[in-house]
């Protein structure tokens, strides 16, 4: 039997490329191909796939891991494959705390593609190289006890946020925000905002600006 395949992603050049590499290979049927999150758990509670190959951000918001969510909540739910151009920790983190079952760039190579479609189907972790050592990288230093609410905070501060807009952006008080920060600085060895956003970057928890 083939893996029935849920493709999600809000550029439509992504999506046909997607579904044309699928339709080579007798394997993989591709049952809906849609550009937003909404149409994506929708679509999963509707027609039941095994695999769910989701992107991460939609028209420059990330909603992918909050989707993943969703559909893992879903009774009886499918695996969900993360297929994006950001490998960030806070990325990847929140996917894999989100439920997702892998985590592949979208320069992998359609045979690693189509080969982590097949593991996640059958219950396996997919990770790409890269991201896997990312996450023994992470597991292996102090930065490591940052939780990922932390690196959504850290993250938020890095794009130049303050308290009032991380809170409304994460639907949290602003004395929460105050709380992730204050746990942030000694696990990095910090004591100010700028200094955490530096040694962040400097240790590849966030993307450099």
Known sequence: ?????????DHPLMRAGLTALFETDATIEVIAAVGTTAEAVSEARRTHPDVVLMDLQFNRVFEGARATR???????????LILTNFDTDADIIEAIEAGAAGYLLKDAAPEDITAAIHAAAAGQTALAPSVASRLLARMQKPHSSLSAREL????LVAEGHNNTAIARRLHLSETTVKSHLAHIYPKLGVNSRTAAVAAARQLGIIGRA
């Open 70 to 80: 969703e559909i893992r909540e879903l009774p009886d739910p499918p695996a969900v």
């Open 1 to 9: 039997m083939s893996v029935r395949v849920l493709i999600v992603d």
């Open 152 to 155: 959504e905070v850290l993250s």
